[in-house]
């Protein structure tokens, strides 16, 4: 007898989603409201760092089935595993059970049911059996689908009695308290054991190990669905709801197998209510603190003492979750009855975190009877907490919760202030979130967001209008719209076209369909719509224009009807995704004419397995202006002329604009961590250690789960802390199937620490490069020869200075002396930092020009570091001192040094000793002489290219005077040494040359490689 325990996939496609994800996944067992959501995963392709709960129940009932039987019991999570519907089928089909066991719940059952009849067509003598919330409809199940058994409750020994014979509806049949802390501990293997994760409460360690400490909890939120439903049978909350704990005997020996065997490093508690009295609770952390792992839990508020939360702490306890539903007092009485005073929920609040705990709270909304003011109350009321996350979910109806028996009974005496009256109903919480939000919007306001630049929240009010209206041509109509503004021409199309067929006597979707196929160059197809448009509405100026505009004449010629009109948009509808833009005409025209045959020596490159992927890791950029987007921009352009594949992996918090122009996935979180210490050695120590653990995290949570092993990852600001995290992520990697890895140090790496903990930052540095010594596929680089001799001393390794990828549209200055030129221009560009010598401006302008009658100064800040009265002073000049308070990017700043005569660089010297700036290269491959202070990086470049330079003595005001004087005074001789070295410096500092040297670091050959140029 062969019986699978399974959590079958669940993926939605969404193929009109504009703004939203095109593809959702569902999470079903383990969780205990079921509901879809975006997610990095797909389908076959599992991403760590979603959220995917452990399967408690069915988890539990193979172990137990597997004790208690002679059965053969396997256990699939296909959730867990991202399995996609081919695997599993395939894993069905190879296995050849006798029983399949899915538990399920109502906001995934209309997918289950789905599913259910496809495997009761598919795999004849395969016997599905159902268990979870959604078997309260029991009877009703087994009438409808070809079920063998539904098991209500939990289902140890309901599965134990199907295996045995049994058939039907199995009603509740409950382990006892003894029976419970006699079970076999829940299955695990390692397939599943570390695909576990739940966020929060922060803090969090992977791997992560989630399981129950009690079942049942004795509180009756309406809404609540395990203790009304799972471990006890109570779905109108009237009855006694039973609570039934583990003891620490069973618990430790439990807890010790599972970390023993799979190397867990944090463990979650997620019971209904973890912290049910303080005798459990202060059980429990005698476990931990004999363990000695992290942990966290779900808790309430109000239910142990004081003293009972500090031990917590103590043992171990990072952070716990807790539930307040409501911000209205009157709601948490008397609509979901959760017994809670919220005043004195804050207050706990407060008091964790001075034991330095995470709190995660949790809120739901559209509670059956709640007001749109009392949902403001909810808002107003998390804010006065200080939550370090919190999850807001719509109220989501569960078969087996007392809110679903609200719903056929129409009213339940213990809910007093329950009402179905203005009540949405919505099973996933998702979906719900959405309603709720914008069930009040109409097309007005759909309006309104789009014209204000919130055109993702005017297509969820579309799509509320659709899912309560039905097909409706005005509403449409504008999801064309907003395809259309978003790019998504396919989309438009097919918007436009149902808005046709929706109402053919509408001009509108005509018009915009007509502009749309206008703009793709289709001006036969889009006369057609126009001519449509005027006959519909022989006042419509736009589309009597847009003809006049394409050459036609709007009275002249035969207006398609509405049959013609449908046809055309439906072939539109048909074309490729991938063909609409602004080459479609062109794509269509290929499809007419005779293929091309294969270019030879492409196919043979194929063959031989092209180019290697590079993925870049940038922890630093922040947004499109700046130096780590043009050093990615130049990586990515190379790439693109050689046809390799790359990807750019960035701060979580990048600017949008960059995030875009790279293609990048903005994942990458910095250290956070706040350290506890007073002591500032063990302070930067702590900070050191955990920021590294954070980083460590981070790449196993974000970092594609199909490298391979000839790709490349190239991290190009690596410094101590993301180091000793890439260490561990890298080597905890199976070492057939680790990548090249490449790590870059941008600048000085200690440039934060104090000069008394220089000496322990080196020694923790060099242990965290240490793992790297032996391993051949790791290579370093450094961006200047200061930095790289101190790596290659630390790690044993060479460590050359790669180039920075310059992508200089701007032709290098020619040589011009001072009298040809009659002005002198100095400059000054860059963020205005008080270590960039922004002080001293004012000063130096106000000596520099009365001596010399032909200077002009141009000033550029970037950022918004500067001062205003330093701004006052520089715009007191006049015309001659020139102030830019603007980002310039790429060709735009190289215009702006370019126009430099010479480039001021009064940075603070023990801040740049061998802390790298792009500027200078800039300026230099672009024949710019510069002013620079002596004993810094910065001068070993201009001396490295022999450029013409003059060098500041000293940090103070009069230095950089006397190097401007100094360079004034020599000009032709500076500006012809420049001129001369900006050849030298360009042909290094390209992309050809750091990608060329980072194949190579790597071992990796570097073939002629044809080159796509533009």
Known sequence: MKVLCANPPWWIEDPDAIYGSGLLAGVRAGSRWPFTSAVRSKPGQYRFGDYIPYPFFLGSAAAYLERETDATVAFRDSIALREDYDAFFKYLKKSRFDYIVIESASPSWPHDAELIDHIAKEFRGLRVVVAGPIATLGEKLLAEHPLHAVIQGEYEKGLVRVVGGESGLLPHDLLTEAELNAAPYPYFDPLHANKYWDSNPKGQVFPQLQVLTSRGCPFRCIFCVWPSVMSNNDPDGTGVRRVRQLSGDYLEGMLTELVGRYGFKSVYFDDDTFNLGDRHVLEVCGVMARLGLPWSAMCRADTVSWDTWRVMRESGCFGVKIGFESGNQWVVDNIVRKNLNLEKARDVVYRLKSLGMTVHGTFTVGLPGETPEQMADTRRYRASLPLDSFQESGTAEIEGSPLSTLRRAGSLEHYAGASLEGYVAERDGTRKMRLVALRDAGLGEAALCLRHGRPAVAESICRNLLEAGGEDAPVLDMLGT???????????????????????????????????????????????????????????????????????????????????????????????????????????????????????????????????????????LRFLAGHHFAYDLGVLMECMKREMPVEFYVYADCQPEAVKVLRARAVLQPSRYASHSSDKYCSWLEDFLIAGSIAEFNLFKNLRADLDPSDIVFCHTADPKIVRGIAAWYLAMDKAKRPHLCLKFQNHCFRFVAKDQLALARSIFRLALKPFVNEPKVCFAASNRLIGSQIKQMAEKPCPVFPVPLQLEVPARPFRTRAEKGTVRIGYAGEGRLEQGVGFLPE?????????????????????????DTLERLRSFGDRVVVHESCFVGEDFHRLVASFDALLLPYQPTSYVERSSQIVIEAIALGVPLIVPVGTSLALEVKHFDCGYSLIRGYDGLSVIEAVAHFID????????????????????????????????????????????G
């Open 482 to 620: 907003i395809a259309v503004r978003a790019r998504k021409f396919d989309l438009a199309v097919r918007f436009f076209s149902r808005a046709v067929a929706a109402d053919a006597a509408l001009a509108a979707p005509c018009l915009h369909l007509g502009f749309l196929l206008r703009d793709q160059g289709l001006t036969e197809e889009a006369a057609a719509c126009l001519r449509r448009a005027l006959s519909l509405d022989p006042d419509c100026l736009e589309a009597r224009q847009a003809l006049l505009a394409l050459g036609a004449d709007p009275e002249d010629g035969e207006a398609p009807d509405a049959k013609a009109q449908a046809s055309l948009a439906k072939s539109l509808a048909a074309v490729p995704v991938t063909s609409w833009g602004r080459t479609l005409r062109r794509a269509m025209d290929a499809a007419d004419a005779p293929s091309r045959p294969a270019d030879p020596e492409a196919a043979a490159r194929a063959a031989a397995g092209g180019s290697p992927r590079l993925i870049v890791l940038d922890h630093g």
């Open 844 to 868: 130096i302008v106000e000596a520099i020009l009365p001596a010399y009658p032909d200077v002009v100064f141009e000033v550029q800040f970037a950022c918004r570091f500067v001062d205003d």
């Open 970 to 1013: 020599n000009h032709d001789v500076l500006a012809r040494k420049s001129a001369e070295a900006a050849p030298r410096c360009a042909a290094f500092h390209c992309g050809k040359t750091l990608i060329d040297l980072l194949l190579a670091s790597c071992g990796v050959p570097v073939p002629g490689t044809p080159r796509r140029e």
